[in-house]
């Protein structure tokens, strides 16, 4: 993943990039909700592991600590997200002792205390490969009191060696003690050229007044409006499916209908899962689901862009109709069936 990774990122990124000749002990990046101010402190984290960053920063993305990042396993990164966004950005999340797994209970949007606890152990580890280490916390307005007090603890006397990179939108919610052992980022607004520019090459129809309503934050504009995203539960659920490609049978598909499903909400998933299968068909790295490479790369290799195409046509056919009333279930199995087909046919061409 490049150090910024969206445009509009570049003059934070190098920002960033400067501030490995002296590494402060923990950098605060903040700015508006829905400009990938999470998926920047990634990569920031990534090109400090990075055993070969790149002259600008940038993370090699082909080195064994890249490798492990990917994977989420890098045994000298811990990422400290709230329940909420571990599921949206596929982090496994670790419970509380207490904690009892429930798929109908609503997913925390804190940081908790038991989240910072279990950072100790890795703090009081030796760095596993080459010295450096970081944690990543997101959103760091969204630590509570408690867990804040433990998180600031830890950073007054930090490990040799550790760097903190935080995020967060509303900078005045983090903890003024926090905010002041943080060297402070402040990520503005993207232009809107640079937006429109990016909303215009994901294909996003209207793209003016989906950034109007978005407020001009260009990733909430390509979701098409504020909201429409399925529940992270339910999106893995869609995923899994999804992956099974030509394995997926009717049966499947009639098991993991939901009544209560969100039509734009699956209409925008599968446009935006096809899209990332066309990237991989041409050899790109995924927009979305990134994490999901491999998967993508083999999904492709078994289908060809012309099916694919065709196939976003039937998705933007569903997209359309979003105002309408629609039987979720049928949507829900015509579509379905249409993609496993993709994957089904002999290869053409
Ligand atoms: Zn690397």
Known sequence: MALAPYPWLEDAARTLAEMRVRLPNAVLVYGPPGIGLYELAFAFAQSL???????????CGECSACALMKAGTHPDCRQVLSEFMCAEHEVPYVAAENERPDAKKRLSREIRIHQIRALA????????????????????????AE????????????????????????????????????????????????????????????????????????????????????????????????????????????????????????????????????RAKLGAHPL???????ALEGLAAATTTAKLFAFLDAVRGVRRAEDHPLNVRLVWEQILLKYAALFAAPRRG
């Open 49 to 59: 592991l990075c055993e070969n960053p790149k002259p600008d920063g940038e993370a």
């Open 121 to 144: 152990d890795f703090l009081g580890m030796n760095a596993n490969r080459g010295g450096r280490r970081v944690v990543v916390v997101y959103p760091a307005d969204a630590v509570r």
């Open 147 to 278: 867990a804040a007090s433990a998180l600031l603890k830890s950073m007054e006397e930090p490990p040799e060696g550790l760097v903190y990179v935080l995020a967060c939108e509303n900078i005045d919610a983090v903890l003024p003690t926090i905010r002041s052992r943080s060297r402070l980022l402040r990520v503005p607004m993207p232009p809107k050229e640079t937006a429109l520019d990016y909303l215009r090459g994901l294909g996003v129809p209207e793209p003016e007044r989906a950034l109007a309503l978005a407020g001009g934050a260009p990733l909430e504009a390509a979701c098409g409006a504020a909201g429409l995203r399925l529940d992270p539960e339910m999106e893995k659920r869609v995923l899994e499916l999804l992956a099974r490609g030509g394995r997926l049978t009717p049966d499947d598909i009639v098991r993991g209908a939901a009544p209560d499903l969100s039509v734009p909400a699956f209409a925008l998933l599968l446009s935006r899962w096809t899209n990332d299968l066309v």
């Open 288 to 294: 979305y689901f990134i994490h999901e490479g491999r």
